[in-house]
């Protein structure tokens, strides 16, 4: 009988031009899973084209990070955008970025929102469903990760979609097993060592230690380790060394 597996996504592509947000080589070496930004939050078309070509020759799963048009914001704002709206934003995104990656060899393989965005459609329904009918449209194949039980995958499972459930290495947990925002206390956590004892714990037992210190069930396919907190490297080399430890298989989800 096969043991416990865990993908680990990370959000890269996120430079612009000659500003550079986190170390994507060294992260990549790390994850399976790449959440590429799709340059409306973050991210120009070379730094796309790299950071895919960089994600083929590692072996690691491209995945579409769509997000607000808000580079000024990095997608962290909500915009209040309208359904119709947001899907030709959303295929827009997926289109471009599909493109760079075949140009290297690769191809998109997955979706999963961006910051203000991904928040928003937890419970925002019609931003929600507006995301799910841009996959649709795009590429029906295409699984889509996001928060369990959230909007957004309730409407990727009643198009026919593969809804896959995401937990968070180092954000805070409230105790409804939402995320903490991040501008209130223990939205972050920090520590390499006690990050990569969550991953395993969430690997093996399916809980999470909320902020106000009682254990939540989180459902998670994947696990997404922040490309650009600060120690992002050190972090995800930790959560890597703990599960090879641990015995537990990392793997794509894709």
């Not at 340059?39 to 120009?44: I, K, L, N, Q, S």
């Not at 796309?48 to 990095?74: K, N, P």
Request: charge should be negative; proline fraction near 4%.
């Amino acid at each position: 009988m096969d043991g416990p597996a865990v993908d680990l996504n990370s959000d890269v592509g996120e430079s612009f031009g000659r500003w550079v947000l986190g170390d994507d080589a060294a992260v990549l070496a790390e994850v399976t899973s790449a959440n590429v930004a799709c340059g409306f939050h973050a991210g120009d078309p070379s730094t796309l084209r790299r950071t895919c070509a960089l994600a083929v020759e590692r072996g690691v799963v491209i995945g579409a990070q769509v997000g607000y048009r808000d580079l000024a914001g990095f997608g962290r704002r909500f915009l209040d955008v309208a359904p119709d709206e947001l899907t030709d934003d959303v295929l827009y995104q997926l289109g471009a970025l599909d493109a760079l990656a075949r140009a290297v060899g690769g191809r998109v393989a997955y979706l999963k929102p961006h910051g203000a965005l991904y928040n928003a459609t937890v419970h925002h329904d019609e931003q929600a469903a507006a995301v799910v009918r841009a996959v649709r449209e795009h590429d029906p194949s295409l699984p889509v990760l996001g928060l369990p039980g959230s909007a957004l995958l309730g409407h990727a499972e009643a198009a026919g979609l593969r809804a896959v459930t995401e937990a968070f290495a180092d954000r805070g947990y409230e105790p409804d097993g939402t995320l903490v925002r991040r501008d209130r206390p223990g939205a972050l956590l920090h520590d390499p060592d006690q990050v990569a004892a969550r991953v395993v714990r969430l690997a093996t037992e399916g809980l999470v230690t909320a902020v106000d210190g009682t254990d939540i069930a989180v459902r998670s396919d994947s696990v997404c380790l922040h490309g650009d907190s600060p120690g992002a490297v050190a972090m995800a080399r930790a959560v890597r060394s703990a599960l090879d430890a641990a015995g537990i298989a990392v793997r794509a989800f894709a």
